[in-house]
């Protein structure tokens, strides 16, 4: 073990964490280092011991020891290591009077010494000789919960602990401990609960107290808040109301145990002994209000706690101004305040008034019973303290009340336990929820108190303190302050009322903080009075600025409070008084002051601010304090030199230790308190003397290198230090005391300039609003610049203290930040000189300081002597760009004390060199404000007023003529400036500046500049091209041609990059881009005049995506191309007269609306279809009618220059008729068919929107009449009618049908016999409806332009292929936006199709595989042409077919539509596969089929069916699936008679089982099955059996109801008939050749058991479409049987 050395010897070992220990603060006075073999971490003094903490995590202990076994008395002078604790790590430590504790790293407490009262946590030990865990475990968790602990506190009797969770834990003895008990020692740690739910930053115990620096709570969020009924912190009721007989009692007895919040005093009003829990008065403006209220029947008593009530009787109110009603005692507010007396500090008149008020109000609760529970108030004298309360009165001399309490007095106190005032809670508009439950009538007195104390709300002052905090939440707090200061609204004179708010003006009426309430008085009031008082509170706008929300979690917090509690006999409390106190309650005067750290002495306490200031309270005997001042019962400032900024303390049993910066960075000491006299520490009997009246230099600490923190305890003091290793140390310690300067700085400047300033009145005035509005930003941002520079400085202090890794840094970790707000706040600076803002404050500045405003000069150090007041203002707000290279310097210093390859040199280099850059940048921009501020001034008028902005910046202007503009008039003077946002045209008549007549402003983001090429010399060009014009400007020489070629792009590129950021950077790049996105506004062109575009540019067009916006709401939003719309876009035009808009979304082409797309009409109409110069033009459908009703028409065909035209189907929904056919300019003319919903067919010819000529008319029974009509529906002329029966009548008609013809002809009955008539009398339907090749012409003349043909099969196929590829490309881009539209599967669809089949060549048989497969997926996709096209199709064919056009007579047409369809698709597939045969043409044999063929010889006579190329077997499979529905019901509705018969002839057959079917259809018995497979068992076929026989055959022909296309219906059949033969085959075991009688007996047995209802209607859509090559074939005999069975099957006869 190394002995002590004296300091004053070099020594080379131990450069880091050498601790050095002395007394007192003589001259003669020299440390003792104390020598260890690893450097000290942390020392900690008790009152005669001490205790280590080294690195590596050991712990030693020296000094007096007696808990350790033979220690000699006199105490070790020599550490002792802990072995107790040598297998752990250690982190911190602490030492009490005569105990110490550690905590290890995995969070475990170890306490050893005395335990006489409990305080090392462990039960049944008075000592505990050895490092002990102490078990902290949370019990009210389940299961219970082992608690992390951060660091330990050590007192005389108690300990504290902080927990990772930031919660505080106690244990030991005393009211200190902040428990809910009485019964002490505690010997398990206990959670103090009125700390609980706050962050807890730091914890110190003094002999017999506690303190806690507690991060303040974050404001309240407006949207959150709770009803003011409700207690803000644990959200329980406020307030109980009790029903009696003639009167409710209300009280506020609630218990918060959240904590607990009490009124500071004004610091010199305050008496010292003041019996009360503290102020009751935030300000000489309020008077102290009585907890009685009084209303002519009953009284309302008010208890302020559990166990606290009172009852009174009212006495009358003196009306006369400052008579007092003799009461036989003056009532005691909490804790024994007078409230009768006046509060010392009222010296104004208009004060003595308002006390006068108050002493009447609060003598107004008159004699009263005697306190309920005299016990309860015995026990609490008794437990107060160790003094009486009468000793404490007589102890203090300025008391209030000095005569003892008598019992039968009128006593309102409560216990310490449950402070009155216990609610945090924003309280401002309780009083109107309680009013609302008990309103009773009170004059309009109350009523004019209660406004004239609710105007406090808009007084909005920047108060000492408050700069933290958002105007927001100050006005919103005031509302809350109303009803928390003790306010009751008895009997105020109004002229106390009008006084009041008189002197609403008073700067200071607002305490920082949230206040609390003392007494909460509730009021009777008239419902007229809630009406007055619910008005909405004005609000004042002052210049504040806006607070910084603590988001950086990374950073030390400075908005705290400091909490104390336990014995206050010595004002160690800070509450203003000597009470104790049993649970933890915030010292209001600290709060806003930005505490950073906290000691505690034996009796005194300090409180260190991130301002490097300390304050002091508590016992003062030995000037331990640093001040003279009295009472020393609130914090008040030590007394140290100017320039001396203390940053880390020691406080001792009665001295105080401070560290401090002085005017070199090397920390100095200073020492206030009891001088210890040389040789006491031997004598027992120790001599103390002396006072210090201020801190004293300690004159030693220079040599003791940097000391990097201190600690005191007993009458001893540590240091600890290091040597400058490398400069690395000192480097530190000069970066932090350089950031503690600069932050002193930056506060006096808000003191001291700011605030003052603020106050004035007439500064909104004086500055303008402009000017205001920038100003209120500047200080904002400097807020928010100081608040970091003060974290970054208590960050910097800690880091000293603790860690040393240069990557912990705040300022290299999130050098972001500091660069960000840098900006931020130089941008603001500029801005506000730029609009002449310094200039603008020179008055109010000489309004506030005085004509030479010496105090702004004294503060903006280093500017030069002479200086205008406005120059010194800007030099002032440009302090922090100093500040910012001296970072770099600072950062730069620290890095060359690494090696240079490492990451921490690295790191540094990095981030100094952005500090740096940024520096470079600054002063760029300081500079350019300057220099735009100076053109302002130099051109004053009108055109400056317009175009001076706070943003704007000044590059270059033209005044020395170095540019003109070309083709300009004689007399004409143009001049240009560059701004950086903008360039200026200014033009005039006079040569004279300041006179022009017009100017043009030219925004950069839409400029584009090219040079001239220079062909003819001597014009040095610059051509400028804007949105709506472009001019060519001549320069005087090459070389100011290129200056403003070079300065109008960096300005453009600037403008565009919306940085501003170096100018290098943007000199790298010559040209800013060509095509660019901005937004402008156009003022000339006739067609977009006043629109403003946002979007794409290309060389001054828009080009690209983007939106315009008309000033009568109009809106584009989609693409353009060389300035006007083009291509995919949404336009909304609104409808004024209808409140909706027309909304079209689709294609545009030159800026008119072109191609397909949707229309929706305000309306309520819907187009969806093809445009052409913004007119509905091509195949389109139009919906008419209400959205929300089914549209009572559609129209669906062709337009013409937006009317119908062509073919077209409208279906008029109202009337119930649908008509197909031809129309010209909105009106039916030409050829058509209309059906109705009651079955009337008509088709014939159209004219004028009528049927006009000749026709047929058919109704549902098939009457029918064929001649002449003039109008729908009317008969005239020449015709004949037809019966159902066949009778018929010729001759002339005349009438409506329906409602009775006037007939004149004769009548026939054709006879049986005459067959030849009746041939020619059958009606051929269809003759004069449109045929359908003439249908739908513009769907397909569509598609052919989309393949880039002029008409039909006119092109070119591989220019088609392009345009597909095209299509597919830009429409997938289109649906790339929004994915959901598009499936996986579509999207593997639309790659497939991207390849194009090879289509070269001969097709084979495999070519035409790959053609179908090809179609198939090019038809599933309506993003290809084809595909589209089906689409289409589908449509047009479903809204013709579907509804009233479900009509049987419909069918002839319907299936000769989709023939159509087949032959005109298959032009456009031939067209895109030109070696495709035509329709009926053979496929080319492929290499490996024509072997094949030349071996079987000759034996093929007509070509197989797959080897023929058909339109129906390519594009059938495609097309029927989508048409089957509409088509199928037509055929059922057609076949309905013919499958009514077939369908009860089935059924009645189906009656009979197998075998007699069998028998009776006479199938030979050689066919009939004899064993049957059911269950996978053989069974024997019995005469009863059913549905057994042929079953497989049976099932497989009902799947011809699931199969669409006339092929797959064949492949049904024949598959049956091979499930029949394979059935026959295994009976006879033996080859079998069918003949047609035996076959067709067994398909009919079959046909009949497969029931299927619609045989008629499968049968005749195969008929219909079947492809013609297979009719002869073998499918066409299978079909061919199947049609004869449904015919035997109607004509069965049942014997």
């Not at 995995?106 to 049944?124: A, E, F, K």
């Not at 937006?1202 to 056919?1221: L, N, P, Q």
Request: with cysteine.
């Amino acid at each position: 073990m190394e002995k002590l050395k004296s300091s004053g010897e070099e020594e080379s070992s131990g450069e880091r964490g050498v601790l050095h220990t002395w007394r007192g603060y003589s001259c003669s006075v020299t440390p003792e280092k104390v020598l260890l073999s690893r450097p000290v971490l942390q020392a900690a003094l008790g009152a005669k011991h001490g205790v280590l903490l080294v690195e590596g995590g050991q712990v030693y202990s020296f000094g007096e020891l007696p808990w350790k076994q033979n220690q000699p008395s006199s105490g070790t002078t020599e550490p002792l290591l802990e072995a107790g604790l040598s297998e752990q790590h250690v982190v911190c430590v602490a030492a009490g009077a005569s105990h110490s504790g550690a905590v290890t790293e995995d969070g475990v407490v170890h306490m050893w010494g005395d335990n006489t009262y409990g305080q090392c946590g462990l039960s049944g030990l008075s000592v505990v000789p050895n490092p002990t865990p102490v078990a902290v475990v949370d019990c009210e968790a389940t299961p219970p919960q082992p608690i992390r602990v951060l660091e330990v506190a050590c007192g005389e009797q108690h300990t504290l602990a902080l927990s990772a969770r930031h919660e505080v834990w106690s244990w030991g003895s005393g009211c200190q401990l902040g428990l809910l008990t009485t019964t002490f020692p505690v010997w398990k740690p206990h959670k103090v609960e009125h700390l609980a739910g706050r962050h807890v930053l730091q914890v110190v115990c003094g002999a017999s107290h506690s303190l806690a620096l507690v991060r303040c709570l974050p404001p309240p969020q407006e949207a959150r808040r709770l009803p003011v009924d409700k207690c803000g912190q644990c959200n329980q009721s406020l307030y109980t109301m009790t029903d009696k007989e003639d009167h409710v009692i209300i009280s506020d007895s609630h218990y918060c145990p959240l904590g607990v919040e009490l009124e500071d005093g004004d610091s010199k009003s305050g008496s010292e002994g003041s019996l009360g829990l503290g102020k009751m008065k935030s300000s000489p403006s309020e008077p102290i209000l009585s907890a009685y209220t009084q209303s002519p029947k009953s009284v309302i008593p008010l208890s302020s706690s559990p166990g606290a009530t009172s009852v009174s009787a009212p006495a009358p109110v003196s009306e006369t101004q400052g008579q007092t009603p003799r009461t036989e005692s003056q009532p005691v507010l909490a804790d024994g305040v007078v409230s009768g007396a006046a509060p010392q500090s009222q010296t104004s008149e208009t004060d003595s008034t308002e006390a006068r008020a108050s002493a009447e109000l609060t003598a107004a609760g008159a004699k009263c019973s005697p306190y309920p529970d005299e016990q309860a108030l015995k026990d609490y004298l008794k437990r107060l303290s160790d003094q009486t309360l009468a000793e404490q009165a007589s102890k203090n001399q300025t008391a209030q009340c000095s005569q003892p309490l008598p019992e039968s007095s009128d006593v309102f106190i409560s216990d310490p336990a449950t402070p009155v005032a216990q609610s945090v809670t924003p309280m401002g508009s309780a009083l109107n929820h309680l009013v609302v439950s008990c309103a009773s009538a009170v004059g309009e007195r109350v009523a004019s108190t209660y406004e004239a104390l609710s105007l406090r709300k808009v007084i909005n002052y920047w108060g000492p303190g408050e700069s933290r905090e958002r105007p927001e939440e100050r006005v919103r707090q005031e509302e809350h302050r109303q009803g928390k200061k003790s306010c009751s609204l008895g009997d105020i004179r109004e002229e106390e009322a009008e006084g009041l708010s008189r002197r609403l003006s008073l700067p200071g009426l607002l305490s920082q903080g949230t206040c609390a309430l003392h007494i909460l008085c509730h009021h009777m009031m008239s419902p007229r009075l809630l009406r007055r008082v619910s008005r909405p509170p004005v609000r004042a706008v002052a210049l504040t600025p806006v607070g910084v929300a603590e988001s950086d979690a990374h950073l030390p917090s400075l908005q705290t409070e400091v909490w104390s509690w336990g014995r206050g006999q010595e004002g160690q409390l800070g509450h203003g008084d000597l009470l104790p106190r049993l649970q933890p309650l915030c010292i209001k005067s600290l709060s806003g002051k930005e505490v950073i750290r906290v000691a505690a002495g034996a009796l005194h306490s300090l409180a260190l601010t991130a301002q490097s200031e300390v304050y002091s309270w508590g016992s003062n005997s030995f000037g331990q304090l640093g001040h003279m001042e009295s009472p020393s019962t609130i914090p008040r400032l030590a007394k140290l030199s100017d320039g001396i900024r203390a940053w880390d303390v020691g406080a001792g049993q009665h001295h105080t230790l401070l560290l401090a910066d002085g005017d070199c960075f090397q920390p100095i000491l200073y020492y206030s308190g009891q001088q210890v006299k040389e040789g006491s520490a031997e004598s027992t009997q120790e001599q103390t003397g002396g006072y210090t009246q201020q801190p004293v230099l300690l004159p030693f600490c220079m040599n003791l290198g940097y000391v990097s923190s201190v600690c005191a305890g007993g009458q001893s003091c540590a240091a600890l230090a290091d040597r400058n290793v490398m400069g690395f140390i000192g480097s530190l310690h000069e970066l932090a005391a350089a950031e503690r300067k600069y932050y002193c700085k930056l506060t006096s400047i808000k003191s001291v300039l700011l605030q003052p300033l603020l106050k004035l009145e007439s500064l909104s005035s004086a500055l303008g609003p402009a000017c205001t509005g920038l100003l209120q930003n500047l200080i904002s941002r400097f807020g928010r610049l100081a608040q970091l520079t003060g974290q970054n400085s208590a960050s910097l202090t800690s880091f000293l203290r603790r860690s040393r890794d240069v990557r912990g840094l705040v300022l290299l970790e999130n050098a972001q930040l500091f660069l960000d707000t840098y900006s931020e706040y130089c941008a603001s600076v500029g801005n506000l000189l730029v609009m002449g803002g310094f200039q603008a404050l020179v008055r109010p500045c000489q309004d506030v300081f005085g004509k030479g405003a010496e105090v702004v000069q004294k503060l903006s150090e280093g500017c030069e002597d002479g200086a205008m007041l406005a120059d010194i203002l800007s030099h002032l707000f440009y302090l922090p760009v100093r500040h910012l290279h001296e970072y770099g310097h600072l950062l730069l210093k620290l890095a060359t004390c690494y090696e240079v390859n490492s990451m921490d040199y690295q790191k540094l280099q990095d981030v100094c060199s952005k500090y740096e850059s940024l520096v470079l940048l600054l002063k760029r921009k300081r500079k350019e404000a300057e220099y735009t501020l100076h053109f302002w001034k130099s051109f004053p008028g009108k055109m400056t007023d317009s175009l001076r902005k706070p943003s704007r910046r000044l590059v270059c202007e033209s005044s020395n003529k170095a540019l003109t503009l070309q083709n300009a008039g004689r007399f004409s003077v143009n001049w240009f400036i560059l701004f950086n946002d903008a360039l200026v045209h200014a033009q005039g008549m006079l040569p004279c500046k300041g006179l022009f007549s017009t100017h043009h402003v030219f925004p950069l983001a839409t400029l584009w500049v090219e040079p001239v090429s220079e062909e003819n010399a001597g014009l040095y060009g610059l051509k400028v091209t804007s949105p709506e014009e472009s001019f060519t400007l001549l320069a005087s020489s090459p070389s100011e041609k290129a200056k403003w070629l070079r300065s109008i792009n960096q300005a453009v590129e600037q403008a565009l990059s919306g940085t501003g950021m170096d100018t290098s950077g943007a000199a790298m790049r010559a040209d800013p881009p060509i095509s660019r996105t901005a937004s402008y506004t156009f003022y000339k062109d006739s067609r977009l005049k006043e629109v403003m575009y946002e979007g794409r540019w290309l060389a001054g067009k828009p080009n690209g995506r983007g939106v315009l916006k008309w000033p009568d709401g109009r809106m584009y939003t989609g693409t353009f191309k060389n300035g006007l719309e083009d291509g995919y876009g949404d336009y909304i035009v609104p409808n004024k007269n209808l409140n909706k808009s027309d909304h079209y979304q689709g294609h545009w082409k030159d800026g008119k609306m072109h191609g397909f797309g949707n229309f929706r009409y305000a309306t309520g109409e819907l187009y969806e279809g093809s445009f052409q110069d913004n007119m509905r033009h091509g195949h389109g459908m139009l919906r008419s009618g209400k959205l929300n009703s089914t549209s009572p028409s559609v129209f669906i065909g062709q337009w013409l220059h937006d009317k119908k035209t062509g073919y077209g189907v409208f279906d008029d929904i109202t009337r119930g008729e649908k008509y197909m056919g031809l129309w010209q300019e909105d009106l039916r003319q030409g050829n058509g068919v209309i059906v109705t919903q009651f079955g009337l067919y008509y088709e014939g010819a159209f004219s004028n929107n009528k049927m006009m000529g000749t026709g047929v008319l058919l109704s549902e029974d098939d009457t029918t009449f064929e001649g002449d009509f003039s109008d729908d529906w009317t008969l005239s002329g020449k015709g004949t009618l037809t019966m159902p029966n066949g009778d018929y009548i010729e001759g002339s008609f005349s009438g409506v049908w329906g409602t009775g013809l006037k007939i004149s002809g004769s009548y026939y009955k054709p006879n049986l016999y005459d067959s030849d008539k009746d041939k020619n009398r059958t009606l051929k339907l269809g003759r004069l409806a449109v045929p359908s090749e003439e249908k739908w012409k513009a769907v397909f003349g569509e598609c052919w332009s989309r393949l880039g043909c002029e008409s039909p099969g006119q092109g070119d196929t591989s220019t088609a292929w392009d345009n597909i590829a095209i299509a597919l490309t830009t429409n997938r881009r289109q649906h790339r936006d929004s994915p959901e539209l598009l499936s996986r599967s579509h999207n593997k669809t639309l790659e497939s199709l991207e390849f194009i089949p090879q289509h070269v060549g001969p097709v084979t048989l495999e070519k035409y595989h790959i053609i179908r497969r090809y179609l198939i997926k090019a038809c599933d996709t309506p993003l290809h042409p084809l595909g589209r096209l089906v689409e289409t199709l589908v449509a047009v064919y479903r809204m013709t077919y579907v509804g009233v056009g479900a009509n049987r007579r419909l069918l002839q047409q319907a299936v000769n539509e989709i023939k159509s369809y087949l032959s005109r698709i298959f032009q456009i597939v031939r067209f895109l596969f030109p070696d495709l045969p035509e329709e009926g043409g053979l496929l080319a044999e492929g290499p490996n089929e024509k072997k094949e063929s030349e071996s079987s010889g000759n034996k093929i006579d007509s070509p197989k069916p797959g080897r023929v190329v058909s339109s129906s077997a390519l594009l059938l499979p495609v097309l029927l699936p989508r048409l089957y529905p509409p088509l199928f019901t037509l055929y059922a509705l057609e076949k309905e008679k013919e499958d009514d018969v077939y369908w009860e002839c089935v059924l009645r057959l189906n009656k009979q089982p197998d075998l007699a079917l069998l028998a009776f259809l006479g199938v030979h018995q050689k066919f009939w099955p004899v064993t049957m497979t059911l269950h996978g068992e053989k069974q024997q076929v019995l005469s009863s059996t059913k549905d057994a026989c042929f079953a497989s055959a049976v099932e497989t022909l009902q799947q011809i109801s699931t199969t669409f296309t006339p092929s797959d219906k064949l492949q049904v059949i024949q598959l049956t008939f091979e499930e029949i033969t394979q059935e026959v085959l295994a009976l006879l075991k033996q080859d079998f050749l069918w003949s047609m009688d035996d076959l067709f007996p067994v398909f009919l047995y079959v046909v009949l058991r497969a029931r299927i209802r619609n045989l008629g209607s499968e049968v005749s859509l195969i008929e219909d479409l079947m492809d013609p090559c297979v009719q002869h074939g073998e499918h066409g005999i299978m079909f061919t049987t199947l049609k004869a069975c449904y015919y035997q099957i109607q004509h069965e006869k049942i014997t």
